[in-house]
């Protein structure tokens, strides 16, 4: 088992519609999560950071279920503009701050 | 401010020679991580350097290596190279553990 997993998708979604990625964690330990997108070729791009009491930015909300051990990130009033890969990141204190990206989630939002 | 840089943009080398990437973090961070990303795949992890020393490696075997300079800069090198070995290398910086890393565009390594 993959210590971060990521529904790999694609996730294809109209303009407008509300979409939500998963990322599980496998090491109870892990403190501290981030999310960030990458386009086709490019460096990953931090999007935002993963608070347990939750976070919004605009029209992204992220969350953090340490009981379960899983982060989501969703995405309302899709864009064109957000089709991109996003990857969740999963830093864990106890491992030398050891850092493991999931393989990303694909969306893919169409007019 | 200027963000993380890496050079070169591209590099071309064939079996069994030596590649040497090179890689400025943000001003102020002391944290540099190198990551490996083939074609299609995911981010995996390298090394990571704090204050000089090297804190992390991931499971890659001992031909990859690097360090880390007193200004913060970091060079990743890869010996012996291989076709496998073929991937886009990207360089993070933060400042600290724990921290939000921030990419560099990235260097593409091509083994012929």
């Known amino acids: 088992r993959k210590e971060v997993e990521q529904d790999p998708g694609p996730f294809n979604v109209p303009e407008g519609a509300t979409v939500a990625f998963n990322c599980t964690y496998s090491n109870s330990a892990s403190q501290s999560f981030f999310w960030y997108r990458q386009d086709c070729r490019k460096e990953p791009k931090l999007l935002m950071s993963v608070y347990s009491s939750g976070n919004e930015d605009g029209r992204f909300t992220a969350q953090l279920n340490r009981a379960s051990q899983y982060i989501s990130l969703l995405i309302r009033d899709s864009k064109l503009s957000d089709s991109a890969t996003y990857l969740c990141v999963v830093i864990e204190y106890t491992n030398a701050g050891k850092s493991t990206f999931g393989d990303g989630t694909t969306l893919t939002v169409k007019p | 401010e200027a963000g993380v840089t890496q050079s070169p943009t591209h590099l071309i080398k064939t079996r069994g020679q030596q590649a040497t990437l090179r890689c400025s973090p943000i001003?102020?961070?002391?944290?540099v991580y190198w990551y490996q990303q083939a074609l299609g795949l995911g981010l995996q992890f390298l090394l990571w350097?704090?204050?000089?020393?090297?804190?992390n490696r991931g499971n890659f075997p001992p031909r990859f290596s690097g360090r880390q300079f007193p200004n913060y800069s970091s060079e990743l090198n890869v010996n012996a190279l291989e076709l496998e070995d073929s991937a886009l290398y990207l360089c993070?910086?933060?400042?600290?553990?724990?921290?939000?890393?921030?990419f560099g565009d990235g260097t593409r390594l091509s083994i012929l």
């Open positions: 350097y704090d204050e000089g020393e090297e804190r």
């Open positions: 993070a910086s933060s400042l600290g553990t724990a921290q939000p890393q921030h």
């Open positions: 001003s102020g961070h002391t944290s």
